[in-house]
């Protein structure tokens, strides 16, 4: 109810005014139907809606010459990704790579396939696009095999995902997409952009923060983790080492 609300809000919104050189104006009026995920011990992923409006005067003028394109992504951070090769009959790590600027998760939904969206220059130099990425990696010819190994495993694990024609309009002017998140994905911020192109140029841009955030005792644990990683390691080694102890003073016993 509350996104049907919503979009009649976004339908009924006022119209933009025209361009100096006399073409209707067009821009992207965007909403998130939630844009706090806590996760709890029960978490198993999340999903939500990216929805909104082309406001324009008439949308039915040039319809046909639109795409919308959505992406999410976020939190980023170094990721190091490593090689596997046979040595002396055994398989260990022989090589790696380091990426500065890679996100935890990555979605991308558009209305068309993004060569057809626009060039290839404009989606690089907004990074629009798995293939279009620039995460700084390291300064070597065999940087981009690793760079698509990354993208493979992630994407393998579902935190990289393009769906062409994930964006569903509805009419001239309304659209929407579904952004479905695993349960392993990272806690942090999120940024969500929506881009409007028109027969390959982008018109309109729109960026919001999503935030995911633990609850309750995984809160509580993943503070101490990461604020006092040293107390926390003994603390798991501690642990283990009286579950080991309980373990075997049982078994004695039955002995």
Request: aromatic share 10%; charged share 20%; no cysteine.
């Amino acid at each position: 109810m509350k996104r049907l609300l919503a979009l009649l809000i976004l339908a009924f919104a006022p119209p933009a005014a025209a361009q100096d050189d006399g073409t209707p104006s067009e821009a992207l009026v965007v909403g998130l139907t939630q844009d706090v995920i806590h996760i709890t011990s029960n978490f198993t992923g999340a999903e939500f809606v990216v929805y909104g409006t082309i406001e324009t005067p008439d949308a039915f003028v040039g319809a046909a010459d639109r795409d919308i394109v959505i992406v999410v992504r976020g939190p980023r951070g170094p990721t190091t990704v490593r090689k596997r090769g046979r040595v002396s009959g055994v398989w260990l790590n022989t090589d790696s790579a380091t990426f500065e600027d890679v996100p935890g998760f990555y979605f991308l939904a558009s209305t068309a396939p993004l060569d057809a969206v626009a060039a290839p220059s404009v989606l690089k130099r907004k990074g629009i696009g798995l293939a279009n990425q620039d995460w700084h990696g390291p300064d070597r010819r065999d940087a981009g095999e690793f760079q698509k190994a990354l993208i493979r495993g992630r994407t393998a694990d579902k935190l990289f995902v393009e769906e062409p024609g994930g964006v569903e309009m509805n009419g001239a002017s309304l659209f929407q997409a579904r952004i479905i998140m695993p349960a392993s994905v990272p806690v942090g911020d999120y940024t969500v952009e929506a881009y409007l192109f028109r027969n390959g140029q982008e018109i309109s841009a729109y960026s919001a923060t999503l935030v995911i955030d633990k609850l309750g005792i995984e809160r509580t644990l993943y503070n101490f983790a990461t604020r006092s990683s040293l107390f926390y390691a003994m603390a798991a080694i501690l642990i283990a080492v009286m579950m080991g102890l309980g373990a075997a003073f049982v078994f004695r016993e039955r002995d």
